[in-house]
């Protein structure tokens, strides 16, 4: 009997073990294969977005990060990215680090850097905006003025 017992415990233990093995092949998710697509934006009116296109630039080499968006005022910047799901844990330093990053190139603008999702699509919104030339300056420097002012009482919450 204990026999039996013995042969049935081995058995399900194979199936439970050869049962849940991974036989999906292993991706790479290495981002130095992936490439962030950056999308420059110009505009023919006179907003100047080239030190947003500069930022994209300069964060886009970064591993950790999967899609920037970013749109710049006379005196302002604001950047939102994405960072890699798996990195994610790591959010409060990669974001402390890409913002000095950030600020030493931009100094002479007042710079804002987000990792928040709803942002992200808010200034993928306002870039359509800008290079379709559906904006005009002085509602840009509005838009720009409420997602900073969205992202400072952002800081102020705990959890970032």
């Given at each position: 009997?204990?026999?039996?017992?013995?042969?049935?415990?081995?058995?399900?233990?194979?199936?439970?073990?050869?049962?849940?093995?991974?036989?999906?092949?292993?991706?790479?998710?290495?981002?130095?294969?992936?490439?962030?697509?950056?999308?420059?934006?110009?505009?023919?009116?006179?907003?100047?977005q080239?030190?947003?296109?500069?930022?994209?630039?300069?964060?886009?080499?970064?591993?950790?990060?999967?899609?920037?968006?970013?749109?710049?005022?006379?005196?302002?910047?604001?950047?939102?990215?994405?960072?890699?799901?798996?990195?994610?844990?790591?959010?409060k330093k990669?974001?402390?680090?890409?913002?000095?990053?950030?600020?030493?190139?931009?100094?002479?603008?007042?710079?804002?850097?987000?990792?928040?999702?709803?942002?992200?699509?808010?200034?993928?919104?306002?870039?359509?905006?800008?290079?379709?030339?559906?904006?005009?300056?002085?509602?840009?420097?509005?838009?720009?003025?409420?997602?900073?002012?969205?992202?400072?009482?952002?800081?102020?919450?705990?959890?970032?």
């Open positions: 009997m204990k026999k039996i017992y013995k042969t049935i415990f081995i058995i399900i233990t194979c199936f439970i073990l050869f049962g849940c093995q991974n036989n999906s092949p292993v991706k790479n998710t290495n981002n130095h294969d992936q490439k962030v697509e950056v999308k420059n934006i110009s505009s023919s009116q006179m907003i100047d080239e030190p947003s296109n500069e930022a994209k630039e300069i964060l886009k080499k970064h591993n950790e990060v999967t899609g920037i968006k970013a749109a710049n005022t006379d005196k302002d910047l604001i950047i939102a990215v994405e960072i890699e799901h798996n990195k994610r844990f790591q959010l990669i974001k402390k680090e890409l913002t000095k990053e950030v600020k030493k190139h931009f100094k002479d603008f007042h710079v804002e850097l987000t990792v928040d999702k709803k942002i992200f699509l808010e200034l993928d919104e306002l870039e359509k905006k800008i290079e379709s030339d559906k904006i005009e300056p002085t509602k840009l420097n509005k838009e720009i003025d409420l997602y900073l002012a969205s992202v400072k009482c952002m800081k102020r919450q705990p959890f970032l």
